[in-house]
């Protein structure tokens, strides 16, 4: 593939993102409700298809890939807030700028953007492992996908496969961030629901860039 | 659950709508979006500009607290959701006369990271900003990390404090000072009956048993810290008293101000019967009630529960609480 | 259904103890029962009384519209049910200042016989006593029968004018009449989703669909006039609306007062939303809102629904609407 | 039995009316419920214990049955209000002007007494037969009461009997007094609460009497 595509291969990411997260709405919310406010369906969902709809509107051909990744920070911050926005979108701002001066989105590309949007969340909320947050999720798949980033047709699988069992390890994590921290120990049995939407993420990644990331 | 609403995913912004329509003498949009509400008669030069702001389901915090002698601006998010950074900023701007201005909101991992982010942006702009969290809710952690627990019903009083020294003149050191005395002063502890629902699943957010009761519960439809045996209103209202005496140092001869507060559904007549046991607690050691407030003053959308909130009065806070203001939900003087 | 309560059958007498300690600047018991409360700064020589009153479970109706400028005694009944004569002759005689008393109420049975036989002993004691029934609610029969309807949230504009009409020295004569005018001004329409519940029972008075809503409800808990298929926001405020302009003269020019009243566990959420289309309605007509109340102002213990009154000012209304009045629930100026 | 007994013989009726209704509480507060505001078992049954714990205190020795009467009347007024406060206050004042001037409380004497409460409450509520009201029960009993004034035996059983068809057939009525006249047709199908707590009174009064008529 080429370099110029790069903007619209994001846009598609984040369409596919968007679709994602309308689909599994229901059950973040329900996660949520468990040990939150009940709104993240609501809210990934809200923000992601602010994204997808800027995106739309927007002249893909004249943008590069790091400005498409800003359009979507502003825009997912603007839409949401939370504490999702600021995190979301220090993330994509974080991995736009890592973009500025770098080569095509080919495997290395996508694994150094994977990378630096799990640092820019981690920057932005001063989390770690083990916190129960998102990061359970965000972390293990980045590691996963540098793991295997000799092999471009891995990458992505190994990468949701890492983030899924991150989030599903959450199940047995005391929340030591967020709302969640609040309940202390009975937060103890539920998975965390931005670890969840950060596996929706990673999987609609995985179908962007499985198969474009050969080349 | 059954509510008046159209689009659910429209419900802030027809809010906003009725608000801005209903209150035009108190406030209006600081541009195109209402999301940014202004005080008509509020920002002034040399005057320092209080910002509030939160999540929406609080009606009628937190717009209903801008007006004349109370906040500047409010920056208003989704349901349950920090306003993102560019209505902050926009408030930040809208309050600023040039004396700096102060940020006052419920300490919650989603608000600080925006307002924050806000204040970042504020500051490269040349305003100075400072901010006070809300940590009133004594039931979501223990003592000893006052800063880490929660801003619930009790930021009532906070702003209230807030919007009384900025409207005084203090300088901005002043005004942080006095707010985070009233913010360390204030206690609240919340207990739920029902949960509430959000317009989008309308579904109660959890349940709660026929017998039981959520114990320290906040404004979000979060779940509490306990799960409880209901008990009758004398009772309620005892654990909670006894929880903030616990805490407050307050002794005969003190003078306090009490807030009963309704979650959302439940209605005034019980409200007051709570209020009678605060009273007759109050009155046993000795304090005395300054001034309280019975009624729908910080809600979690239809939340069937109340707050109480007791601010430890000084001779300065006294003086600010009854300091005159003219805002939607609270008029004094 | 859970509810913050001690002894149900001491409701009312608990509810007022809290209420009596928590609004002592601006009332106080008549006697040593707390059925009877005097404004204590209503009554005064030569000022006609204006004595007001109902069942409880509509907190802050009644007593929350005792004090200077509007109600000068308040009689409470128990929970749905009309105060007895006693409570309403000391309210009667507390209110006099020799020059008449006005008793202003809504139109139920039980409400009517008390007050008239309240009435004659005050008029044997050699107090003029005046009575204005409130007959708002449009629902509750025909155009022709305005008579016979029963007053609902809209007493909260004829109180508001009665309060005025008597603070300003009119006679009684003039205050009969200005009172009598507000409320053949005044058109109320309430809708509930779900009914509220009895202190006594805990459980819901009657079952309302999922997909239904009770059109035309009063403030007791009584079913409405017509069970519907339950619609958004707008449409609802539309019917509501519509009926209201069939009644009222209003055109292009006049000017209204608008109140959209939760009737208990309704949040204000959901109020402005309804408002949103009442005044987008309003406006489309050039019918201009005056004023505005929005919230809990006459509620039917925790019902949820909401109902929308409409006054239809002239230049002696707007006036008194305007006219200062310091209470619990409603300060103007 | 003896005159000085009648202010007793009241007080027994007041008390077993008061236990009748508390047992009934539930039941009027369905009835009531179904088209009325839900406090009518409440309001009766807080109002008869009212005059029962008042009669308890009360010297009944030195009380005519007047007295007890007028005694019953304001106090039920007091304890209630509501729209059965002035009603049966009303009635019970009636009742007592009419004990004044008359003979002990035989038989003739506790016709006169039930035709005096119906009328009381006649007057007071402007109300007649077929409005659906508590007068549905209420009137048919003094009727069937006066017809059987001959056979003292009979009165009490003919009066209730009277009065429960009469409150039964409140169900085929559309109200047309009190809170359920705003009903219109929906009243339909449900008995007046009003009229099924006047049949409780008319037993508790049957039980009562029914042996003290013989004399
Ligand atoms: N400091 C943090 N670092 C990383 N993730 C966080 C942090 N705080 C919260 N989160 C994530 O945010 C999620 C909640 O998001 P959301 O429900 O949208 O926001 P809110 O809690 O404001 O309602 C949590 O499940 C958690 O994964
Ligand atoms: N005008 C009237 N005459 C006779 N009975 C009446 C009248 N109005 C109401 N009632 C009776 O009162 C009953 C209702 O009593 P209750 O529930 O205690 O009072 P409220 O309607 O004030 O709540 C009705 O069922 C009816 O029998
Ligand atoms: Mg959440
Ligand atoms: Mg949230
Ligand atoms: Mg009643
Ligand atoms: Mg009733």
Redesign the pocket.
Same mark, same amino acid.
């Given at each position: 593939m080429v370099h110029g595509n790069d903007a619209r291969l994001l846009s598609r990411m984040f369409n596919k993102i968007s679709d994602a997260m309308a689909k599994e709405k229901d059950y973040l919310t329900e @996660?949520?409700e468990a040990?939150?406010?009940?709104?993240?369906g609501i809210?990934?969902s809200l923000g992601f298809s602010a994204v997808a709809s800027e995106l739309s509107r927007s002249d893909l051909d004249s943008m590069t890939a790091a400005e498409v990744m800003a359009a979507a920070a502003t825009t997912f911050l603007d839409a949401? +807030?939370? *504490?999702? +926005?600021p995190?979301y979108a220090t993330g994509f701002l974080h991995a736009s700028d890592r973009m500025n001066a770098h080569r095509p989105l080919d495997a290395a590309g996508q694994v150094a953007m994977l990378r630096a949007i799990t640092t820019g969340?981690?920057q932005?909320?001063? +989390?770690m492992r083990g916190?129960?947050?998102? @990061?359970?999720a965000w972390m293990p798949a980045a590691d996963a996908a540098e793991a295997r980033s000799g092999e471009p047709g891995h990458i992505w699988s190994s990468a949701c496969e890492a983030g899924a069992l991150g989030a599903k390890a959450?199940q047995s994590m005391i929340?030591l961030?967020?709302?969640?921290?609040r309940l202390g120990e009975r937060s103890l049995g539920h998975i965390?629901? +931005?670890?969840? *939407?950060?596996v929706v993420i990673l999987k609609a990644m995985r179908e962007t860039f499985d198969g474009t990331a050969s080349g | 659950v059954k509510k008046f609403l159209n689009d659910p995913d429209h419900v802030v912004e027809e809010m906003l709508e009725g608000v801005v329509r209903a209150h035009q003498k108190h406030l209006m949009p600081a541009g195109k979006s209402n999301r940014a509400l202004i005080a008509r008669e509020g920002p002034r030069p040399g005057k320092v500009g209080l910002v509030i702001g939160g /999540?929406s389901g609080h009606e009628p915090c937190f717009l209903g607290y801008v007006g004349k002698g109370l906040a500047d601006a409010v920056a208003v998010g989704n349901v349950?959701?920090?306003p993102p950074p560019m209505p902050i900023l926009h408030c930040a701007r809208a309050a600023s006369g040039d004396a700096g201005v102060l940020f006052v909101y419920g300490n919650?991992? /989603?608000?600080v990271?925006n307002f924050e982010m806000a204040a970042e942006m504020a500051e490269a702009e040349g305003i100075a900003v400072r901010t006070v969290l809300t940590t009133d809710d004594v039931a979501s952690s223990s003592m000893e990390d006052r800063d880490g627990r929660r801003g619930v019903a009790g930021n009532f009083f906070t702003f209230k404090i807030a919007g009384a020294a900025c409207d005084r003149g203090h300088s901005l050191d002043a005004c942080e000072a006095l707010t985070r005395k009233a913010n360390s002063r204030t206690f609240t502890l919340g207990v739920a009956l029902e949960a509430g629902s959000m317009p989008q699943t309308r579904r109660p957010s959890f349940e709660i048993g026929e017998d039981e009761m959520e114990f320290g519960i906040g404004i979000?439809g979060e779940r509490g810290v306990s799960r409880e045996k209901i008990e009758n209103a004398d009772a309620i209202a005892d654990k909670i008293i006894d929880r903030i005496f616990h805490e407050m140092g307050a002794v005969a001869g003190s003078r306090v101000a009490v807030l009963i507060n309704s979650f959302g559904a439940t209605p005034l007549m019980e409200l007051y019967i709570l209020f009678r046991r605060v009273e007759q607690r109050l009155k046993a050691k000795g304090i005395e009630i300054e001034a309280n407030w019975i009624g729908h003053y910080c809600t979690s959308l239809d939340m069937v529960g109340a707050s109480i909130s007791i601010l430890h009065l000084d001779d300065d806070l006294t003086t600010l609480l009854h300091h005159p203001c003219d805002t939607a939900a609270l008029k004094i003087g």
């Open positions: @996660l949520d040990i939150g406010d009940a709104d993240h809210t990934m949401v +807030g939370a *504490s999702t +926005g995190l969340i981690q932005r909320g001063k +989390g916190d129960k947050t998102m @990061l359970d959450t929340a961030r967020g709302r969640a921290a965390d629901p +931005g670890a969840a *939407s950060a | /999540g349950f959701s920090s919650y991992a /989603g608000d990271m979000h």
